[in-house]
């Protein structure tokens, strides 16, 4: 499996409900960053995690991380259909703070 | 807000041509990155680039692509013979310091298409 695979690959659900998406990686890190992905457009980042925090929160935004588990999570609250787009984990492998993974991403599609 | 330019938006090029492509990133910035992303899929990460030289590159970042700051202000991907799995959106980020600190900047990517 790849370094940084979230899960799932697509989510729909009805705006208002929240979205949970997972990453799981497979190296240490010194940190893991989650981007969102508009269409046809560059990633925009979301929030970065560091390996020594478990949780943090950016207004509807709420990451976790879970480092015995080698796994994060993304979770957002009360979903806009705005926030339909593709959702993207990124680890920075311990020690090599240039090289920076991510994941396949997760579609999140907001249904009105 | 400053942001990372790239230009052109879309190229077209035959097999076997070789191709440029530019960046600007933010201008205070000092670790420059370039990904690419086949028919939005996974990003994959190429090169990554800083005090002039290369940082990390991947499996993906062989003999046939280069990077260069030219002038201080650009940044450019050349590939010297395109391949059609060449084809892909190519997408340059830039970030202030290590991504251990700072999280990256991306351009809206060219679109390359190789025939």
């Known amino acids: 499996s790849q370094q940084g695979e979230e899960d799932p690959q697509a989510l729909s659900i009805q705006e208002g409900e929240n979205a949970t998406m997972n990453c799981s990686y497979k190296?240490?890190?010194?940190?893991l960053q989650w981007y969102r992905q508009n269409s046809g457009r560059g990633l925009v980042h979301l929030i970065l995690?560091?390996?020594?925090?478990r949780e943090k929160h950016s207004g509807r935004l709420r990451v976790t991380l879970d480092t015995s588990k080698k796994s994060s999570s993304l979770l957002i609250t009360a979903s806009r259909a705005a926030d339909t787009a593709s959702y993207f984990c990124?680890?920075?492998?311990?020690?090599?703070?240039?090289?920076?993974?991510f994941g396949k991403g997760t579609r999140l599609h907001i249904l009105p | 807000e400053p942001e990372v330019t790239q230009t052109p938006s879309h190229q077209v090029t035959q097999m076997g041509q070789e191709v440029i492509l530019r960046c600007v990133p933010i201008?205070?910035?000092?670790?420059f990155y370039w990904y690419r992303q086949i028919l939005g899929q996974k990003v994959e990460f190429l090169v990554s680039?800083?005090?002039?030289?290369?940082?990390?590159k991947s499996e993906i970042f062989d003999d046939q692509f280069s990077v260069e700051r030219p002038d201080g202000s650009n940044f450019t991907l050349k590939i010297r013979s395109t391949k059609l799995e060449d084809s892909a959106m190519y997408f340059c980020?830039?970030?202030?310091?290590?991504?251990?600190?700072?999280?990256?900047?991306f351009g809206n990517g060219t679109r390359l298409t190789v025939t």
């Open positions: 201008s205070n910035h000092l670790y």
């Open positions: 190296t240490s890190i010194n940190n």
């Open positions: 680039f800083y005090n002039n030289e290369i940082s990390e």
């Open positions: 980020a830039s970030s202030f310091q290590s991504s251990y600190n700072s999280p990256l900047h």
């Open positions: 995690i560091r390996s020594n925090e």
């Open positions: 990124a680890t920075v492998v311990m020690n090599r703070d240039d090289k920076i993974i």
